[in-house]
């Protein structure tokens, strides 16, 4: 199986902050990578797929980028609804992998 | 809008079964991919199975192989997973969502699984 490492698994930061988010591949995965946000109580919401195509409705702060094995999660001035929690997901192959999640915390 | 409506969650002794159900609205179901997803405080998120719009190709988590079969009734806009001989490790979120291309567009609310004697 494919293993996806996330870093870091949490985050503290301020409202206009630029974030990162990385997550790295046990295997190459070409941009086979997805990512989602999740806040409390709720499912996870698609927010890139395909390395860096941004699904439709997601704010343009969010952007996503790499290829092979390392990927990044941009979100460019992070606001006060962006306080969450942020998966990858390889889908370059079965099983589907996800990462551990990075949880992203108000400073 | 799209929606994804699971049902069928409860707290069923180790070794017992379970049957959830999925029901979607919004888009062409018939020609989507499904897939089950569950989480655990513990394990996080873990890809469960997955079929294909024709019911033609199906995948499972090592994890569930053997116990678990997932099914879609395309007329009904429904997708089911039978869960059987459950095991304490099986407790989660159980998640339907549906398939973009191998990332999961939408999701519904989840229904929770408890097995616990």
């Known amino acids: 199986d494919i293993q996806m490492t996330q870093s870091p698994s949490f985050l503290s930061a301020s409202v206009g902050d630029r974030v990162t988010v990385t997550c790295r591949a046990s295997q190459s995965i070409s941009t086979y990578l997805n990512w989602y946000q999740q806040k409390p109580g709720k499912a996870p919401k698609l927010l890139i797929y395909?390395?860096?195509s941004l699904q439709s409705g997601v704010p343009s702060r969010f952007s996503g980028s790499g290829s092979g094995t390392d990927f990044s999660l941009t979100i460019g001035s992070l606001q006060p609804e962006d306080f969450a929690t942020y998966y990858c997901q390889q889908s370059y192959t079965i099983p589907r992998t996800f990462g551990g999640g990075t949880k992203v915390e108000i400073k | 809008e799209v929606q994804l409506v699971e049902s069928g969650g409860g707290l069923v002794k180790p070794g017992g079964s379970l049957r959830l159900s999925c029901v979607a609205s919004g888009f062409s179901f018939s020609t989507y991919s499904m897939n089950w997803v569950r989480q655990t405080p513990g394990k996080g998120l873990e890809w469960v199975s997955s079929i294909s719009f024709s019911s033609n190709y199906i995948y499972y988590a090592d994890s569930v192989k053997g116990r678990f079969t997932i099914s879609r009734d395309n007329a009904k806009n429904s997708l089911f997973l039978q869960m059987d001989s459950l095991r304490v490790e099986d407790t989660a979120l159980y998640y339907c969502?549906?398939?973009?291309?191998?990332?999961?567009?939408?999701w519904g609310q989840g229904t929770l699984v408890t097995v616990s004697s």
């Open positions: 395909a390395a860096s």
């Open positions: 969502a549906s398939d973009g291309t191998g990332d999961f567009d939408y």
